[in-house]
């Protein structure tokens, strides 16, 4: 599935003594399968792009054509965007409601029409995808780590089987270890269920490992767009933007510097060590 | 869509009515709403609507933005106006109909009525749209503080108002949050019938509620860490004080109510 931006604009409060502009002019071409970080500072437009894509959001002005089709014409079915596009947002709190874990998740799949078995179906598959523990499937949700809360929030989504998934700073609050387990559950959905994911975040730290394309937001328009390795050689403008790139950059652009010959283009940790060694042999 | 409600908000500009002391504006708000229910006479209206419209003018507050508050009660002014169109008695009745009737008196009345109350609403909330909530309490807190002696707890209740209206913001963007996150999983609030409908709205009080009591708690604790006792003994930040302009104001204040008075006493007519 594809989505296309064309001169996108997003105006909060238009008309008002409060208007602001959250997004200017943005192109943009999603296509099947990519696996895609959209990086800003707070502020940046990051959570009203997620939002345009699904339709919750109507742009003030431009285009967005999903499959080809304008989803802003009149006859185009806003359901069935919603239920291709799926959407987590960034606090589960504010989407869990129901009595148990299960129920919660279920509540997607019932708004689909599908029959109670089917839903069922979908929700156990859901919360197995996200390794949600099973003991904790008919309990209430309130009562959740912050990690198991978003879990549940993201196998809520999933369950409707989206073929895009787009998740709003899904390691917002989290410690250390729960970002980790939730990034590797998303690379990990990426892969085995082979969907388009759309991972928003503010730390370059968190998706430099993982994505395929990158999508550097600032005050509403596209700063950069590419894959990681041609984006974090502009470390020193993504530094004047209040983003900062993956430590090891930083690290390989001083050892350059300083006369070993590596690869200034490593993006994780595993490829400097490699390039290092070979550098020092 | 929820955002568009503008009753009792603040409309942030710089003026001298915004300057204004809250106490002062309490004060002449209720001397503009018995000046309004006690006028007589053509001469009074006139003078009344000069004080409003010379107001409005000083905050800077745009006429359009006032305006927008009154469509809430379009349908309240319309009752209002057709009741009393068609049931006062009156002298000379022009139409009648079974029960009803249209007399000189009741056509009188209901412009009367009417434009007392589109006359109310946009002087109580050309109050609020110049004064800040905080304000708003600080005033009601000091203006009410005598009563402290018949045991009223006149800051607590000024404490729980300021909170009140402090929340409403933000349970409001809360509330548009919580809709789209569930309409991402295709809830659907507007369709159906009435319990359908209310049986939709599950999905969005749930979350809502358990966060305003979750924020209920870490703001009792917030105070309690910052040993938060009640009034006894507590300062203020930014205690009121008059200035020239307060006074000033309660000068016109006083010009304003003899000028009612006075055109009550001597044009008593046409009303
Ligand atoms: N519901 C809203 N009403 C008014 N302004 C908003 C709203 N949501 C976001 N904004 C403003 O739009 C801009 C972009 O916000 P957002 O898309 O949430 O950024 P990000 O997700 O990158 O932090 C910000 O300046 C923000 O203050
Ligand atoms: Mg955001």
């Given at each position: 599935m594809s989505?296309?931006?064309?001169?996108?604009?997003?105006?909060?409060?238009?008309?008002?003594?409060?208007?602001?502009?959250?997004?200017?002019?943005?192109?943009?071409?999603?296509?099947?399968?990519?696996?895609?970080?959209i990086?800003?500072?707070?502020?940046?437009?990051?959570?009203?792009l997620?939002?345009?894509?699904?339709?919750?959001l109507?742009?003030?002005?431009?285009?967005?054509?999903?499959?080809?089709?304008d989803?802003?014409d009149?006859?185009y079915?806003?359901?069935?965007?919603?239920?291709?596009?799926?959407?987590?947002?960034q606090?589960?709190?504010?989407?869990l409601?129901?009595?148990?874990?299960?129920?919660?998740?279920?509540?997607?799949?019932?708004?689909?029409?599908?029959?109670?078995?089917?839903?069922?179906?979908?929700?156990?598959?859901?919360?197995?995808?996200?390794?949600?523990?099973?003991?904790?499937?008919?309990?209430?949700?309130?009562?959740?780590?912050?990690g198991?809360?978003?879990?549940?929030?993201?196998?809520?989504?999933?369950?409707?089987?989206?073929?895009?998934l787009i998740?709003?700073?899904?390691?917002?609050?989290?410690?250390?270890?729960?970002?980790?387990?939730?990034?590797?559950?998303?690379?990990?959905?990426?892969?085995?269920?082979?969907?388009?994911?759309?991972?928003?975040?503010?730390?370059?730290e968190?998706v430099?490992?993982?994505?395929?394309?990158?999508?550097?937001?600032?005050?509403?328009?596209?700063?950069?767009?590419?894959?990681?390795?041609?984006?974090?050689?502009?470390?020193?403008?993504?530094?004047?933007?209040?983003?900062?790139?993956?430590?090891?950059?930083?690290?390989?652009?001083?050892?350059?510097?300083?006369?070993?010959?590596?690869?200034?283009?490593?993006?994780?940790?595993?490829?400097?060590?490699?390039?290092?060694?070979?550098?020092?042999? | 869509?929820?955002?568009?409600?503008?009753?009792?908000?603040?409309?942030?500009?710089?003026?001298?009515?915004?300057?204004?002391?809250?106490?002062?504006?309490?004060?002449?708000?209720?001397?503009?709403?018995?000046?309004?229910?006690?006028?007589?006479g053509?001469?009074?209206?006139?003078?009344?609507?000069?004080?409003?419209?010379?107001?409005?003018?000083?905050?800077?507050?745009?006429?359009?933005f006032?305006?927008?508050g009154?469509?809430?009660?379009?349908?309240?002014?319309?009752?209002t106006?057709?009741?009393?169109?068609?049931?006062?008695?009156?002298?000379?009745?022009?139409?009648?109909?079974?029960?009803?009737?249209?007399?000189?008196?009741?056509?009188?009345?209901?412009?009367?009525?009417?434009?007392r109350?589109?006359?109310?609403?946009?002087?109580?909330?050309?109050?609020?749209?110049?004064?800040?909530?905080?304000?708003?309490?600080?005033?009601l807190?000091?203006?009410l503080?005598?009563?402290?002696?018949?045991?009223?707890?006149?800051?607590?209740?000024?404490?729980?108002?300021?909170?009140?209206?402090?929340f409403?913001p933000?349970?409001?963007?809360?509330?548009?949050?919580?809709?789209?996150?569930?309409?991402?999983r295709?809830?659907d609030?507007?369709?159906?019938?009435?319990?359908?409908?209310?049986?939709?709205?599950?999905?969005?009080?749930?979350?809502?509620?358990?966060?305003?009591?979750?924020?209920?708690?870490?703001?009792?604790?917030?105070?309690?860490?910052?040993?938060?006792?009640?009034?006894?003994?507590?300062?203020?930040?930014?205690?009121?004080?008059?200035?020239?302009?307060?006074?000033?104001?309660?000068?016109?204040?006083?010009?304003?109510?003899?000028?009612?008075?006075?055109?009550?006493?001597?044009?008593?007519?046409?009303?």
């Amino acid at each position: 599935m594809s989505i296309i931006l064309d001169k996108v604009n997003y105006c909060y409060s238009e008309g008002t003594a409060y208007q602001i502009q959250a997004l200017k002019d943005i192109n943009l071409e999603i296509l099947d399968g990519q696996f895609i970080g959209i990086i800003g500072h707070t502020g940046s437009g990051k959570s009203t792009l997620t939002q345009l894509l699904n339709g919750l959001l109507k742009a003030t002005s431009g285009n967005i054509y999903v499959d080809g089709k304008d989803i802003y014409d009149e006859d185009y079915n806003m359901r069935d965007l919603r239920n291709k596009v799926g959407l987590v947002f960034q606090y589960p709190d504010h989407q869990l409601f129901e009595t148990t874990n299960f129920e919660d998740v279920c509540f997607g799949p019932k708004n689909q029409g599908l029959d109670r078995k089917e839903i069922e179906l979908r929700a156990f598959e859901a919360l197995r995808n996200v390794g949600f523990p099973e003991e904790l499937y008919y309990q209430p949700p309130f009562d959740l780590s912050g990690g198991q809360k978003r879990r549940v929030a993201i196998a809520g989504v999933l369950a409707m089987k989206p073929d895009v998934l787009i998740l709003d700073e899904p390691t917002a609050g989290l410690d250390p270890a729960g970002r980790d387990e939730i990034l590797g559950l998303v690379a990990r959905m990426h892969k085995e269920l082979g969907i388009t994911i759309i991972l928003v975040s503010h730390s370059m730290e968190d998706v430099a490992k993982y994505v395929d394309r990158l999508i550097v937001m600032n005050q509403g328009e596209v700063m950069y767009d590419g894959a990681p390795k041609e984006v974090f050689p502009h470390y020193k403008e993504l530094e004047a933007v209040g983003l900062a790139a993956p430590q090891v950059t930083y690290l390989m652009h001083e050892l350059k510097e300083k006369g070993l010959d590596v690869n200034v283009n490593a993006t994780t940790v595993k490829e400097a060590a490699e390039d290092i060694l070979h550098a020092l042999q | 869509m929820i955002r568009d409600i503008t009753i009792g908000q603040y409309y942030p500009a710089e003026s001298a009515i915004h300057k204004l002391d809250p106490r002062v504006k309490l004060f002449s708000t209720l001397i503009y709403i018995i000046a309004l229910f006690c006028f007589r006479g053509i001469a009074g209206f006139v003078i009344i609507t000069a004080a409003l419209a010379a107001v409005i003018k000083i905050s800077k507050v745009p006429f359009k933005f006032m305006v927008k508050g009154l469509k809430a009660i379009v349908i309240l002014l319309l009752i209002t106006g057709v009741f009393n169109l068609l049931f006062t008695p009156g002298d000379i009745t022009i139409w009648s109909w079974g029960p009803f009737k249209l007399t000189d008196a009741g056509i009188s009345n209901a412009i009367l009525m009417v434009l007392r109350l589109i006359y109310l609403i946009l002087g109580t909330s050309l109050m609020t749209l110049t004064t800040t909530p905080n304000q708003l309490t600080d005033g009601l807190e000091k203006v009410l503080g005598p009563l402290n002696k018949i045991h009223v707890p006149v800051h607590a209740i000024a404490m729980m108002m300021s909170i009140a209206l402090r929340f409403i913001p933000i349970l409001i963007e809360e509330t548009d949050k919580i809709m789209k996150a569930q309409m991402a999983r295709g809830a659907d609030f507007e369709n159906g019938n009435l319990i359908q409908k209310a049986r939709n709205m599950i999905p969005l009080l749930i979350p809502l509620f358990v966060s305003a009591f979750r924020r209920a708690d870490d703001l009792a604790m917030a105070m309690e860490a910052r040993c938060y006792s009640g009034g006894e003994g507590r300062t203020k930040m930014k205690p009121l004080t008059y200035d020239k302009k307060d006074y000033i104001a309660y000068i016109l204040d006083s010009v304003f109510i003899v000028l009612v008075v006075a055109a009550r006493v001597f044009v008593p007519f046409p009303m």
